[in-house]
């Protein structure tokens, strides 16, 4: 066996892992299309579309705005449930707590829609803390001071990118 075949096979070996691992993502938010259910990853900005009204799974985390965060920047909330004219509960991504906590929740009401802007940061005692780059779901409850009225509920982050 020369010294060329001898290199060859693990070469050969290592292309199709690293090809198998490469997989492009069939759901949105997923990785190589599997362990993903798929209803939990439907994104969706249209509370009158039933996708955005039903609940993903169980395993969000219930928080409530901190209002002492550092470093805030404001965040894209994943869908949203209305659970009266008065009231959401707000689906959206973040990290680790303390390391990343939710600071405050932004409603501005416009004649056809309201823009709900989710604030994050790093929590007041997060500062020598080991932080993971993990993704934790979570929901806040949003009391509205105007009843929604058939509005679209639209992200205010994306107002603040323009």
Not at 44 to 70: C, F, I, R, Y
Not at 123 to 152: I, N, Q, Y
């Amino acid at each position: 066996m020369t010294k060329t075949t001898k290199l060859l096979a693990p070469l050969t070996a290592l292309l199709f892992i690293l090809a198998a691992c490469g997989q492009p993502s069939t759901q949105p938010g997923g990785s190589g299309g599997s362990g993903s259910s798929g209803d939990e990853d439907v994104v969706s900005s249209n509370p009158n579309d039933d996708a955005s009204n039903k609940e993903p799974g169980p395993g969000a985390k219930l928080v409530t705005p901190q209002g002492d965060a550092q470093n805030i920047i404001p965040g894209h909330w994943r869908r949203i449930k209305i659970l009266d004219e008065d009231t959401l509960k707000v689906f959206f991504w973040g990290g680790v707590e303390p390391c990343s906590v939710l600071d405050s929740v932004d409603v501005s009401y416009f004649g056809d829609e309201v823009a709900l802007t989710l604030f994050q940061g790093a929590g007041s005692d997060s500062a020598d803390k080991v932080c993971p780059e993990l993704a934790v779901l979570k929901v806040v409850e949003v009391d509205l001071t105007e009843p929604l009225g058939g509005r679209d509920v639209v992200d205010g982050a994306d107002k603040l990118e323009k």
